[in-house]
Structure formats: structure tokens, C-alpha cells
């Protein structure tokens, strides 16, 4: 298993550019998360899923967008880039009911300039 | 509302012990323990909830008082390789222990062994 992948690893846009950050699994986990990181704040929820066609908004939604078509895929775009969404950003999964932990992937960091 | 960590960090010799506390404003029914290294992703180690049930796969303790609203974790004998960031999480949602609707986390706990 593969476990949680994020692609790409780095990438740098100009402000009011968009962008979707990739986050695939493999293990079948019905729920998925997306956080940013940034130094001092610790892991911020931006939004879940709890199934293929069923996403919510976190904490820090404004600016992201997200969707979830098939189980394994839970892909985040940005709508147009401003340098405050420059952070690191993780992608989570969990088993439903069996297990309680969450399975980060291995992040994407994002600078806007 | 993010949990509030404390302290926001610390620095140890090899073999000393550590406390990290967390505490909500809200009520809580699951504490959920994370480790991240610098760099890399943040690992699961225990997650504690409401009755008593906790659920981990390392040699690190916790307790959490539902009145109090409030969980510790208590690094016994540290190894330099327990250096690194400690973050509590709290189910965003409030309602389920688990956790399916993603975690609301502290800012952390930094983490320093020194040999």
C-alpha cells in the first residue's frame, strides 16, 4: 500500500492563479481531511469528507474548494491564490468505525508570491 | 475552538520526564494525540475517550478528565527519539468521539531531548 499520497510536493504561484492539490489513498478509508500548517497556528481543519459525494467546511474554508467523486481521490483547489494561503498542506484519512487514526499524507507546500 | 496547549515547549535531558497538558473550552468526548517531526507528517499515538477507553500503539501514557475538560500525556524515561511536536485534537464537530469530521487541533508542544 501506498498509503496517503499528495502531489505535487512543492509549488510556487503568483497571486490570483488557481491550482488543485492532489490527495489520493489507497486503503479504502471512507473519511478524509484536509489542514495547512503554518508556523505557531498548529494543523487548521480546511474541510472533510465522510464519503464519495459528501464533503463539509472546517475551520478555515474561505478561498478552497473541494470534492469527492470516488473514495480514493479527495482533491483541494484553490480559486485564486493570495499569499495568505502560503503553507503547508496535509491530507488525512481514517477508517470508519474500526479505527481512530488518521493517516496523513507526506504534504504539499505551497508558496504564493 | 483550537484546544490550548501548555507548555509550549520543552527541553529535556535523555531519561527525564515530560507532561503535556491540553485543555477545551468545550466539552469533550475524545482527546486525540498526535507526534510530528520536523518535516514530516504527524503520526498518530493515542487517542482517549469519554469512559476511560484509550486506544494507542506506543508506550506513552494519557489520562483525560471529562469534568475538567482536560488531557495530559506523560513522556516517562524520554529517548532522544521522542523529540518533536506534540499536538492535541479535539472532533471538530464536537459530537462524535472518533473524529469523522476531521480534528480541531492545539497549536502544540515542541519537544526537545537532549542526550
Known amino acids: 500500500n501506498a498509503g496517503v499520497t499528495q502531489t505535487p510536493k512543492f509549488q510556487v504561484l503568483k497571486t490570483g492563479q488557481s491550482m488543485t492539490l492532489q490527495c489520493a489513498q489507497d486503503?479504502?478509508?471512507?473519511?478524509m481531511s484536509w489542514y495547512r500548517q503554518d508556523p505557531g497556528m498548529g494543523l487548521r481543519l480546511i474541510h472533510y469528507?465522510?464519503?464519495?459525494?459528501?464533503?463539509d467546511q472546517g475551520e478555515v474554508p474561505n478561498g478552497y474548494n473541494v470534492s469527492r467523486s470516488t473514495t480514493e481521490d479527495f482533491p483541494l483547489r484553490l480559486l485564486s491564490a493570495a499569499p495568505s494561503q502560503t503553507s503547508v498542506y496535509f491530507c488525512?484519512?481514517?477508517?470508519?468505525?474500526?479505527?481512530?487514526?488518521?493517516?496523513f499524507g507526506p504534504g504539499t507546500r505551497l508558496t504564493v508570491t | 475552538q483550537q484546544p490550548v496547549q501548555s507548555p509550549q515547549a520543552v527541553i529535556l535531558r535523555e531519561g527525564e520526564d515530560a507532561v503535556i497538558n491540553c485543555s477545551s473550552s468545550?466539552?469533550?468526548?475524545?482527546v486525540h494525540w498526535y507526534r510530528q517531526k520536523h518535516g514530516e507528517a504527524p503520526v498518530f499515538l493515542m487517542i482517549?475517550?469519554?469512559?476511560?477507553e484509550q486506544k494507542g500503539h506506543e508506550k506513552i501514557s494519557a489520562s483525560f478528565n471529562e469534568k475538567k475538560q482536560q488531557s495530559s500525556l506523560y513522556l516517562t524515561a524520554s529517548q532522544l527519539s521522542y523529540s518533536g511536536t506534540y499536538f492535541c485534537?479535539?472532533?471538530?464537530?464536537?459530537?462524535?468521539?472518533?473524529?469523522?469530521?476531521?480534528?480541531?487541533f492545539g497549536k502544540g508542544t515542541h519537544l526537545i531531548i537532549q542526550p
Open positions: 488525512a484519512s481514517r477508517r470508519a468505525f474500526s479505527s481512530y487514526e488518521q493517516y
Open positions: 486503503m479504502n478509508h471512507e473519511y
Open positions: 469528507s465522510v464519503g464519495a459525494g459528501i464533503t
Open positions: 468545550k466539552a469533550l468526548y475524545s
Open positions: 482517549l475517550l469519554k469512559g476511560g
Open positions: 485534537g479535539t472532533p471538530h464537530g464536537g459530537y462524535s468521539g472518533g473524529g469523522a469530521d476531521g480534528l480541531t
